[in-house]
């Protein structure tokens, strides 16, 4: 249910059946969806879970998990076991997602699969890791304040960015891949924050994202490659960023993780013109002006929030 086409984007868990008079279960659509099972309904891109059979449909998945992590030392087929784990912790995470030790294991699986001794190509890499963002997106729809999820997606990331390093050797190429992988980022801690507020998880992993963006930007430096394009398209989606910060926080005047990724964001701003103006043969005052104006803009719309919201402790 969850690889097949189409690929679920999102889940829930609710009443999917009720008792009738007579003590049978009956759906509440009149309409039965395309794949119905007893205990999980999909219908398109939505994958349903049924609230009353979720604690046995747990039981059942982890005594199977268990007794398959005995296999290990035994096992003479690791690719087969290596799988069999995949197929397992999907469905163990799917209702219990902040199990340390099945994402544990799936690390090792999907490290297992990357060795290039187990039949998987550099062509399939990327696709690997991917799929693994994609589950992750799945889960985050319903689980959204899951440490182990957060964890394994920021590792899944550090192998995909550096794969993307290791297989192009143009930089603007890099930069391509690099920037439609940090929108797809962006968008889900965007989705997660606006559906659950005040997430920590989502906003941090959000300046994970621009921190991987600002330390390839460094290295780019290091390496003295043609940066100017590179400087001036970074700069400008940090700028896009901030500009999201200020929306956000004037309609969740609250929420203390946007008003610290804000401050981050401003940081690195703040950073980048200090690295272009210590880079520099001679003195430029207009990398410095540029720094202040970013700091002056910030404070001119604080101060219209601190207007007509004066109470409040996140904006001052």
């Known amino acids: 249910l969850v690889t097949s086409e189409p690929v679920p ?11 009738d008079d007579n003590g049978d279960e009956t759906e509440f659509s ?7 099972g007893p205990l999980i309904v999909k219908e398109g891109p939505n994958l349903g879970i049924n609230a009353g059979d979720l604690p046995v449909l747990c039981r059942q998945i982890r005594r199977y998990y268990y007794k398959l992590r005995k296999l290990l030392p035994v096992s003479p087929d690791q690719r087969w076991y290596h799988d069999e784990i995949i197929q397992t912790t999907t469905c163990l995470l799917l209702c219990c997602p902040d199990n340390c030790t099945a994402w ?33 997106d799945l889960l985050f729809s319903q689980h959204s304040k899951a440490p182990s999820s957060w964890a394994h ?7 995909l960015v550096n794969a993307f390093i290791n297989t192009h050797t143009g ?30 998880y989502a906003w ?13 930007w460094s ?23 901030l500009d999201f910060v200020e929306t956000w926080v004037k309609r969740h ?3 203390h993780c946007a008003i610290h990724y804000g401050s981050e964001i401003m940081r690195i701003m703040v950073l980048m013109r200090r690295c272009k103006d210590s880079q520099a043969k001679d003195f430029d005052k207009t990398n410095i002006f540029e720094a202040l104006n970013v700091v002056s803009s910030c404070l001119s719309w604080i101060k219209d929030l601190l207007a007509m919201f004066p109470c409040h402790e996140v904006i001052w």
């Open 253 to 255: 005047v609250s929420d």
């Open 153 to 159: 997606r920021k590792w899944i990331n550090r192998l």
């Open 204 to 216: 941090t992993h959000r300046v994970f994202v621009m921190k991987v963006l600002k330390d390839r």
């Open 171 to 200: 930089s603007e190429a890099l930069w391509d891949d690099l920037y439609e992988w940090a929108d797809h980022e962006v968008l889900i801690c965007a989705k997660v924050a606006e559906s659950f507020p005040k997430n920590y």
């Open 9 to 19: 984007r999102e889940m829930g868990i609710a009443i999917l059946r009720v008792d």
């Open 104 to 136: 544990a294991d799936r690390k090792r699986a999907i490290e297992f699969f990357m060795n290039s001794d187990s039949g998987i190509g550099k062509e399939s890499y990327s696709k690997l890791l991917k799929s693994e963002l994609t589950l992750l």
């Open 30 to 36: 009149t309409t039965a969806p395309a794949t119905v």
């Open 219 to 241: 290295s780019n430096n290091e390496e003295q490659s043609d940066s100017s394009s590179i400087n001036c398209r970074l700069y400008m989606r940090l700028s896009k960023e």
